[in-house]
């Protein structure tokens, strides 16, 4: 057996979540994302695998290093303020040059590191660099990074950075009642910032989202949908991600042969299975506003071919839940046209491991069906009876898609039918056009 020790959270940025568009992780359950919790006790025991978050090195170095840093571009001399950029300027070469195609042309160094006790001067500086959040980097690599508006910019970014280094890293209200208006006075004392402001606490919200504690989960969904409209978007986009934090840990076994501990150090994912529900929750929350900008993101993330091929049914079944549950009739032809365009395919997992896909037929099998069904019922919510060209479609893939067609029918237009023909004989009686059906 294996026990897991975490070292330290690897920098967000790795884990897809840098930038504006970020929070960071750890914290108290009720102030932040997830509880701390103590080291292995030393005992020869070996216990199940299991996962424990410590203060990451990002939280530490936001929440105190770089609020003093920040602060220092409110100072009078010039060499205070070249003094915080150099940490970000020259940009550091990265560990990967990438070609016009967006794959890996060149490795230059490892990343990330084996042993991150032993780095080299390369992974210093890169670690170094990504500490720092990437609309803070942008910010002090401008041409006009030390204007005067750009400095008092970055210096209330140093404020906001600590007001959200204390709300991560407080011991929590015993009471909910205590503790829902804590994080109400902390998203009041982040808004009075502006706009800057309001973006952080959209990113930090959405991260939160990512604890497997519900209450947690809730109250960053409650602040979401009082902000409304400014984070319908970064919400969408935040649907694609399923959001994971990318932990450093410790492996642990007993060596068979000498009865010695061995250990090596290995990278996690870790967050909530549920995140990407209270996503659609909170857009749904949000209401009818969110329509518009759910069906832009089915259209706009296809291929060159206007194709949708993979595994990423998996996201864009939120979406068409999320648009069936608001039923907007608008949304019919861009649900309608999901039926061709999303090609679904499943993978291998050995396969996947070795750097090659191939296709698992039954995976992939199974995968379609449950996307159909996403679609029929998504489609009979929307009280449009032109769905039912759509539905007999659908229904046509596969005959064990008959009883939600069946029902899906019956939601649309308020009538009974048994058969396809019945269906099609339905249609024609309300003048919908089975055209491509």
């Known amino acids: 057996m294996k026990n897991w020790i975490v070292l330290a959270l690897l920098f967000l940025a790795l884990a897809g979540c840098s930038g504006q568009q970020s929070g960071d992780g750890g914290g108290g ?63 550091p070469r990265a560990p990967y040059d990438f070609g016009k195609d967006g794959r890996v042309a060149r490795k230059n160094y490892e990343w990330p590191p084996e042993d991150p006790d032993d780095l080299s001067d390369s992974q210093r500086r890169w670690r170094s660099y990504l500490l720092w959040p990437e609309h803070i980097r942008e910010l002090l690599q401008k041409k006009d990074w030390d204007s005067e508006e750009n400095r008092r910019r970055l210096s209330n970014y140093g404020r906001m950075y600590a007001l959200l280094h204390e709300f991560q890293t407080r011991q929590p209200y015993a009471s909910p ?34 604890n497997p504690i519900e209450d947690v989960c809730l109250r960053a969904q409650d602040i979401l949908v009082q902000i409304g409209d400014p984070a319908v978007e970064p919400l969408c986009a935040s649907m694609w991600t399923s959001h994971r934090q990318l932990v450093m840990a410790t492996e642990e076994e007993i060596d068979p042969e000498t009865g010695r501990r061995i250990s090596k150090t290995v990278y996690k994912v870790f967050g909530n299975p ?45 979406f068409v839940e999320l648009l069936g ?67 007999i479609k659908l229904w046509k893939m596969d005959d064990f898609h008959e009883v939600p067609a069946i029902g899906a029918i019956f939601e649309l237009t308020g009538k009974r039918v048994r058969s396809l023909e019945e269906a099609r004989e339905l249609a024609k009686s309300m003048k919908v056009d089975l055209k491509g059906e």
């Open 325 to 391: 549950r608001l039923h907007d009739p608008k949304a019919l032809r861009s649900l309608e046209a999901e039926i061709d365009r999303v090609v679904v395919e499943e993978y291998d997992p050995e396969a996947l491991r070795a750097g090659k896909r191939v296709i698992d037929q039954a995976a992939t099998d199974t995968a379609a069906f449950t996307w159909r069904e996403h679609l029929i019922e998504a489609i009979g919510e929307l009280g449009n009876p032109e769905g039912i060209r759509a539905l």
């Open 274 to 318: 549920n995140y990407n529900k209270y996503i659609s929750d909170t857009l749904y929350r949000i209401g009818p506003r969110v329509v518009p900008q759910a069906i832009y993101e089915l259209e706009y993330s296809l291929n060159s071919e206007g194709k949708s091929v993979g595994t990423t049914w998996r996201y864009r079944k939120y």
């Open 29 to 91: 359950d009720g102030g932040g994302f997830g509880a701390d919790a103590g080291e292995s006790d030393g005992g020869d025991e070996i216990k199940e695998p299991t996962i424990v978050l410590d203060r990451s090195d990002v939280q530490k170095f936001r929440g105190t290093e770089m609020v003093d840093l920040l602060s220092s571009l409110e100072a009078q001399e010039p060499d205070d303020w070249h003094r915080v950029r150099r940490h970000v300027y020259p940009i």
């Open 177 to 210: 009642t205590r503790e829902t208006e804590y994080w109400s006075r902390f998203a009041e004392s982040l808004l009075a910032y502006g706009e800057d402001g309001e973006e952080l606490l959209i990113a930090n919200m959405i991260v939160a989202m990512s």
